[in-house]
T-cell receptor
Framework: DAGVIQSPRHEVTEMGQEVTLRCKPI?????LFWYRQTMMRGLELLIY????????DSGMPEDRFSAKMPNASFSTLKIQPSEPRDSAVYFC?????????????FGPGTRLTVL | QQQVKQSPQSLIVQKGGISIINCAYE??????FPWYQQFPGKGPALLIA?????SEKKEGRFTISFNKSAKQFSLHIMDSQPGDSATYFC?????????????FGSGTRLSIRP
């Protein structure tokens, strides 16, 4: 099993540009989570999906952030326009999402730098 | 009520010593308490987890102690090794739905001195 796959691993962009982060969850997992990690705020849940449907997006910072999950094997997190304060490591995680099984498997993360 | 408070923020322990990280929660609906370990440049990975119907769970050198009445739980690392140096997150999951989200603590950066 390849694990959760994220791309790109590193992204450097200029303020105002659109950024798209991509995630492929583990095959068979039906819950997908997007997190943001910074030194100041720690690990924050941005949004999570169950069976491709957004369940809770209360952690999305503002309208500049949007996430989609068009099918069970792909999700995107988009920032438009990007700002320097969006610089962080963004993690995608997936889980089996059935009763009694809760382990979330994290991807390697995308380190985003907005200049 | 949704928060999980973790301490200390950082911890330095001598090789062979015991590392202890503490967490507290308020929401009595939480029903699953995992600990995640994160190495630099990597995503967090599940280390050990406990349910509130038991007071202790041990896996090798790692033990979770759980005090339901005090709403506190802690991670003990026995015989700490330099390879244990990492950031540790406690967490809690609430609700009966299998899609319930996990709330993470703020993290503890552990350094084991050789």
């Amino acid at each position: 099993d390849a694990g959760v796959i994220q791309s790109p691993r590193h992204e450097v962009t200029e303020m105002g540009q659109e950024v798209t982060l991509r995630c492929k969850p583990i095959s068979g997992h039906n819950s997908l989570f997007w997190y943001r990690q910074t030194m100041m705020r720690g690990l924050e849940l941005l949004i999570y999906f169950n069976n491709n449907v957004p369940i809770d997006d209360s952690g999305m910072p503002e309208d500049r952030f949007s996430a989609k999950m068009p099918n069970a094997s792909f999700s995107t997190l988009k920032i438009q326009p990007s700002e320097p304060r969006d610089s962080a490591v963004y993690f995608c995680a997936s889980s089996l999402g059935v009763a009694g099984v809760h382990e979330q498997f994290f991807g390697p993360g995308t380190r985003l730098t907005v200049l | 009520q949704q928060q999980v408070k973790q301490s200390p923020q950082s911890l330095i322990v001598q090789k062979g010593g015991i590392s202890i990280i503490n967490c507290a929660y308020e929401n009595t609906a939480f029903d699953y308490f995992p600990w995640y370990q994160q190495f630099p440049g990597k995503g967090p990975a599940l280390l050990i987890a406990i349910r509130p119907d038991v007071s202790e769970k041990k896996e090798g050198r790692f033990t979770i102690s759980f005090n339901k009445s005090a709403k506190q739980f802690s991670l003990h690392i026995m015989d700490s090794q330099p390879g244990d140096s990492a950031t540790y997150f406690c967490a809690a999951r609430g609700g009966a739905s299998s899609a319930s989200k996990i709330i993470f603590g703020s993290g503890t950066r552990l350094s084991i001195r050789p």
